[in-house]
């Protein structure tokens, strides 16, 4: 199943990412990257509209959609909040416990805050302003990489960015109804 789930992804992945990335480079990051488990630090700061927020919750959901950015360049490029707002609509449609957890890297959070509200995206951003979830994970300098479908565990099952890929979407689809499934048959 393992492979089945490799060569799928690589598919997703090859397509978005055409030539600039190898086939080779990306199998390497998937089978690095699967089933691996992502830190959070005990010490975020998490802000909606800039403003603390205390609501960590959607650090507790069944499955989560983990994008870290590190804004360096341009915000609103790197950012794509009103695409993220879409896929969030999506997401509440098909009742599953998913969360789209936001973390970015800025030397300053003002045009961040800026672009979220005027994009009016209500999600939660965690502002990782030392760096420590990158580190702690060792994410890819390759923001293509940047993007998790995480487990409950925070293990992750998925790799590729549904906002910029549409196959990354729906297989992320049919693997969280797969689980599911799994867990029905179970209980």
């Avoid at 789209?100 to 672009?115: G, L, Q």
Wanted: charged share 20%; hydrophobic share 35%.
């Amino acid at each position: 199943m393992k492979y089945v789930i490799i060569n799928f992804l690589l598919a997703c992945l090859s397509i978005t990412m055409g030539c600039t990335s190898s086939k080779k480079e990306i199998k390497q990051v998937v089978e690095h990257w699967m089933g691996k488990e992502i830190v959070f630090p005990s010490n975020l700061t998490m802000k909606i509209y800039g403003k603390d927020t205390l609501d960590y919750s959607l650090l507790n959901h069944k499955y989560k959609i983990l994008h870290y950015v590190d804004t360096n360049g341009c915000h609103e490029c790197q950012l794509k909040f009103y695409e993220w707002q879409r896929l969030q609509k999506q997401i509440d449609s098909l009742q599953t416990d998913i969360a789209i957890v936001y973390v970015v890297f800025a030397k300053h959070y003002h045009p961040v805050e800026v672009s979220q509200q005027l994009n009016r995206f209500g999600t939660p951003i965690i502002y990782d302003s030392l760096g420590i979830m990158d580190k702690q994970n060792n994410l890819s300098f390759n923001p293509r990489y940047k993007t998790f479908l995480l487990d409950s565990m925070n293990h992750v099952i998925g790799i590729g960015n549904p906002v910029t890929n549409k196959q990354v979407w729906e297989w992320y689809k049919i693997k969280i109804g797969d689980i599911r499934k799994k867990e029905t048959i179970t209980q």
